[in-house]
């Protein structure tokens, strides 16, 4: 499975940005999908997750509200909507993906893993 994600980018606090999680792979679509990220001199952190079927998700209390997770699977893509930026969401953002249906919220539950992609937002 590879997972290759875009989007990012400069924004100033209170703005949008969406980013998206291509994936490829005979089994991809299927997998739990996940978003991470990693601040300066900070370990990465889960963000948000959906379930392969789309109809569960869960995020991290700092985001909830203002981002929203979402997948295409005809598409195999992932999508993060963030809106409300803050200074302190800035970060390399990765996507991810598990073969576990639990919810996973560790970066060490999820197998497969895309490149990062930067957000920078400004205050």
């Known amino acids: 499975v590879q997972l290759q994600a875009c989007g990012g980018g400069l924004v100033q606090a209170g703005g949008s940005l969406r980013l998206s999680c291509k994936g490829s792979g005979r089994t991809s679509s299927t997998y739990t999908r996940g978003w991470f990220r990693q601040g300066p001199g900070q370990e990465r952190e889960f963000v948000a997750g959906m379930s392969w079927r789309g109809g569960v998700t869960w995020y991290a209390d700092s985001v909830k509200g203002r981002f929203t997770i979402s997948r295409n699977n005809a598409e195999n893509t992932v999508y993060l909507q963030m809106n409300s930026l803050k200074p302190e969401d800035t970060a390399v953002y990765f996507c991810?993906?598990?073969?576990?249906?639990?919810?996973?919220?560790?970066?060490?539950?999820?197998?497969?893993w895309g490149q990062g992609t930067l957000v920078t937002v400004s205050s």
């Open positions: 991810a993906a598990s073969e576990s249906t639990w919810y996973p919220r560790i970066s060490n539950e999820y197998n497969y």
